[in-house]
């Protein structure tokens, strides 16, 4: 196997000029730890828990209301116990709270863009004004430590609030977009049984104006244990027989922050709980089942949160992030924890591509972003249609753009290569919701190859394995992690004996936990995630990953997007391998098209990446983050209906699976 195509080598001031440079010099003066580059860190990093997390908390200056005893207690997966004896709270430290709190409280915290309001602007003091407002308004409704607050919520200010002012008080939070249904709400939030919910009535996305008045109302009526709700205000609409949010906000605040039992409620105080104390629930997307809902702690995520966002996104103060999310994805969580390592944050809300595909690049210009996320769909798109946003834009800011949620082609790398230069660091990443964050991605410290991604995370023994559970390197085999991470999940809310946990991630490989996706390690430590394993393709005993497909058949300009799937033989042949494609505008799929994708697939990849069968779709099925949805589609071409594969409102076009009824049996 051929090593890979270097893009950009490491800085030659790197360690002068980084967060992880500055890491490296911490644990050098600190405790006497050299490393020559990020290959012996990482090594460390995962050889020695101990030493690297304890090290972590103490770089970062993690505020303990009570010390731990021990780094990790219990060690074997799963159960591994994190930080015994210590108590703190996530909401402290995402506040950012200083001796002096006065020393910054002028500086811009949040900015929130949408297609709903004007742009809105708190400062760090205004940001912790509103929090102790908020907690205070919770406590008067009965909120305490371990009670459940929901939020059909949008990305502003007002819902980084409410989430903070929850946390603060070691109650439970828990978010879903509201371009989600009621039913999907209803099948996630109801699992928690919470006491609040928040919601708006309605907000614009592009041009038009939603109403979500019914949604809301179904909602209500299908969370008994609700005993409050919240209208936040925004937009045309409202829920008149709720709850105000200034109501929520009216008590005056002294937000100083004083620790819980100090002072009055309204003094921005906060709960000393254990490290593995539930902070929020995050859900599964539901297309293959019910949504999973998977706790993670304050502890966990704080630690992993402060060493990611530092370490590999550089991230420090006075440094913004842009990076569309919407509250049903973890991306919403990995944004607002840029305020721990004291970065502000920008939050969007609405169509991300209204009034064109260069509005987020504008956003980007106007904000002074030093960090871009953006998903690998988005810039193959800015390729495609000739954005040239360094040239366009003053984004002289920028030093990272972050890509994650799908497999980026080499293509997209060498695009942002061409368009930034050696000054912006392409960091591409894989991770998810079980962790709440990267498995594999770059830093300053790693190089760039063309279409890999740089390697595993420090923390994060990530290798891959084959069908025996031996590691394997240069072919595709599971993504394991084989040594236990903080922001592991506590467990899953409704499993009380852990069954459904262990079946999750350690049913393969005992005590070893298996992620769930296809990943290749080159000998230089890159990375190439090909799919989920259980949508890869089994040819032959042969198994193929779907990204590969994707990324020569969407280099085609006749092809806008494609899928593929195989049916196996019951009688042991190689089944079917079916690719369906959407066309792009004004393309029809002939056969001297699908000649020509076969002769590709031929010629990049290999005689068995050839399909049986090509069909044009009218729309790709995608689910709201951007995953294409394999395993539903092939559920459906074996007689599954649709609404019993995967919920509509969890698709990013509710009609997408539609189509492939019409095309069961086909040959």
């Known amino acids: 196997m051929s090593e890979p195509e270097l893009l950009r080598p490491v800085a030659p001031d790197v360690r002068a000029t980084t967060e992880i440079g500055r890491f490296m010099t911490w644990l050098e003066r600190e405790r006497g730890l050299t490393f020559a580059g990020y290959e012996e860190l990482h090594r460390w990093s995962v050889d020695d828990l101990d030493g690297f997390w304890s090290a972590v908390w103490e770089h970062f200056e993690v505020r303990g209301h009570s010390p731990y005893d021990a780094v990790l207690g219990r060690r074997e997966m799963p159960g591994a116990e994190w930080f015994p004896g210590a108590t703190l709270n996530y909401a402290e430290h995402a506040l950012g709270l200083l001796d002096n709190p006065d020393q910054d409280a002028d500086e811009t915290a949040v900015l929130g863009y949408s297609q709903t309001r004007d742009r809105v602007e708190l400062t760090w003091g205004q940001l912790r004004d509103q929090v102790a407002r908020a907690r205070a308004g919770l406590q008067r409704l009965g909120v305490g430590r371990g009670d459940r607050v929901v939020a059909y919520l949008p990305n502003i200010p007002e819902t980084l609030v409410a989430f903070l002012a929850t946390a603060s008080l070691g109650a439970i939070w828990a978010s879903c977009a509201p371009e989600f249904g009621a039913r999907s709400v209803v099948d996630r939030f109801g699992q928690v049984e919470p006491k609040i919910l928040l919601a708006v009535a309605g907000y614009g996305y592009g041009s038009k104006d939603v109403d979500r008045r019914e949604q809301v109302a179904e909602i209500r009526e299908g969370l008994p244990t609700v005993e409050h709700v919240v209208h936040v205000p925004y937009g045309a609409h409202t829920l008149p027989d709720a709850a105000g949010w200034n109501e929520l906000l009216a008590q005056p605040a002294n937000p100083r922050g004083q620790r819980s039992g100090e002072g009055e409620d309204s003094e921005l105080a906060f709960e000393p709980v254990p490290f593995a104390h539930p902070l929020a629930v995050l859900f599964s997307s539901g297309t293959t089942g019910k949504p999973k809902a998977i706790i993670h702690g304050h502890g966990g995520i704080l630690l992993e949160h402060l060493k990611n966002h530092a370490l590999s996104w550089d991230l420090g103060p006075g440094d913004r992030i842009l990076w569309f999310s919407t509250t049903a994805w973890m991306m919403w969580n990995a944004l607002v924890s840029a305020l721990l390592v004291r970065a502000s944050i920008v939050m969007i809300d609405g169509n991300p591509l209204h009034p064109d595909i260069r509005w987020q690049w504008r956003l980007a210009e ?95 023994d990530a290798k891959a394995f084959d069908d025996k559970g031996e590691q394997v390197v240069g072919e595709l085999g599971e993504l394991v992690i084989t040594a236990p991470l903080p922001s592991m999940p506590v467990g899953f809310w409704g499993d009380p004996d852990g069954t459904r946990y262990r079946d999750t991630y350690f049913d393969v490989y ?81 056969d001297a098209l699908r000649r020509r994708i076969s002769t590709t697939l031929r010629t990049e990849l290999s005689p068995r990446h050839i399909p049986d069968r090509i069909a044009a779709v009218p729309v790709i099925p995608h689910n709201r983050t951007g995953k294409k949805l394999e395993l539903p589609v092939k559920k459906i071409l074996l007689g599954a209906a649709p609404d019993e594969v995967a919920s509509r409102d969890v698709l990013a076009d509710p009609t997408a699976l539609d189509a492939f009824v019409g095309l069961r049996g086909a040959s």
């Open 510 to 590: 005992p005590g070893v936990w298996r992620h769930g996706d296809w990943v290749r390690f080159s000998e230089v430590g890159s990375a190439i995630i090909a799919g989920r394993s259980d949508a890869t393709l089994n040819r032959g005993g042969v198994r193929l990953g779907t990204a590969e497909f994707y990324r020569v058949v969407e280099e085609l300009p006749e092809v806008a997007d494609s899928l593929v799937v195989h049916l196996e033989d019951a009688a042991g042949g190689n089944g079917q391998l079916l690719l369906f494609v959407r066309p792009a505008d004004g393309v029809e799929l002939d």
């Open 366 to 460: 106007e904000t002074g972003a030093t960090l871009m996320g953006a998903s690998p769909g988005f810039l193959m798109a800015c390729r495609k249609e000739g954005v040239e946003p360094a040239k366009e834009f003053d984004l002289s800011r920028l030093r990272q753009i972050g890509a994650a949620g799908s497999p980026l082609p080499p293509e997209g790398y060498r695009w942002v290569a061409e368009q930034f230069g050696p000054d912006v660091l392409l960091n591409v990443g894989s991770g998810g919701t079980d962790i709440c964050s990267g498995i594999v991605q770059g830093s300053p410290l790693q190089p760039v190859w063309a279409g890999e991604i740089s390697g595993p995370c420090l923390g994060i």
